[in-house]
């Protein structure tokens, strides 16, 4: 019975609470826009265990003063996040990931996954290297707008086709693709479905949706197309405005993952 519950949750979507962190603390953006940003917390350790007690089975964390600098700026908040989860659950974090020496670092500290982002498009054999050396470990964020892949905390729109790269980064031998449509991010508008469908068909990795949830119409529409190849969803504004109780969300997913 025991291995039967852990194949259920394997196999059921994942929300993902996101705990953004901005001058060390718990922040969101609005379509990655540093200058408008609401907070939310001030103690991101204390965030993360109340997404935890709420039945989070997965943390994203993403230093976004890391992500424009290019280089690690809150590691003091994302440690104290680590010390207070523990092994209890994965805990997933991007944002200014730009060498070997970094990633072995988060690792070192008990992160379980690294999103690289930027780095990745910019220098596709600093993903490879990453993905061969921490196999297991890597995750590829890929931030585009109609297609096409951004990069620089959202400021640059490269020519780059996101289906395209993610099927060269999949040869790289990364673990999955976070996909996010910047043009929804924080505007909770709705996942666009289609677009992480499209995604994650041409994939034989696993894809988590990021980007405008909004409400259970999107989980429900999520899990409608899990099959696809869909593992998860990042959630972030909606359930620090509550308009989407993150409990409820995820009680719904494992039931229709039951259906």
């Not at 907070?39 to 991101?44: I, L, Q």
């Not at 964390?61 to 290019?70: Q, R």
């Not at 068909?201 to 409608?224: E, F, K, M, Q, T």
Request: proline share 2%.
């Amino acid at each position: 019975m025991r291995s039967l519950f852990f194949i259920f949750l394997i196999l059921t979507m994942l929300l993902i609470p996101a705990i953004d962190l901005k001058d060390g603390r718990c922040v969101r953006l609005k379509q990655g826009d540093m200058n408008d940003s609401t907070t939310f917390g001030e103690d991101p350790a204390a965030m993360a265990r109340a997404w935890i007690n709420a039945g989070a089975r997965r943390l994203h964390l993403v230093d976004l003063n890391g992500a424009f600098a290019g280089k690690p700026v809150n590691e003091a908040a994302i440690k104290a996040i680590v010390a207070e989860v523990g092994d209890e659950i994965p805990v997933q974090l991007g944002g200014g990931i730009r060498d070997l020496d970094t990633i072995a670092r988060y690792l070192d500290d008990g992160i379980s996954y690294v999103i690289i982002g930027t780095a990745a498009v910019k220098n596709p054999g600093f993903l490879h290297d990453a993905a061969t050396a921490f196999a297991g470990h890597i995750i590829v964020g890929l931030d585009a707008r109609d297609g096409k892949v951004a990069t620089d905390g959202w400021s640059k729109l490269t020519r780059h086709d996101v289906v395209d790269l993610a099927l060269k980064f999949q040869d790289y031998g990364v673990e999955g693709v976070i996909y996010t449509d910047i043009g929804r991010d924080g505007m909770l508008t709705g996942i666009n479905i289609d677009a992480t469908v499209a995604l994650a068909r041409a994939l034989s990795i696993p894809v988590i949706a990021s980007g405008g949830l909004s409400n259970l119409a999107d989980i429900d529409a999520l899990c409608a197309v899990e099959h696809e190849g869909i593992q998860g969803v990042i959630c972030g504004r909606a359930i620090y405005t509550g308009d989407l109780d993150f409990a409820l969300g995820q009680q719904r997913a494992d039931l229709l993952g039951l259906a």
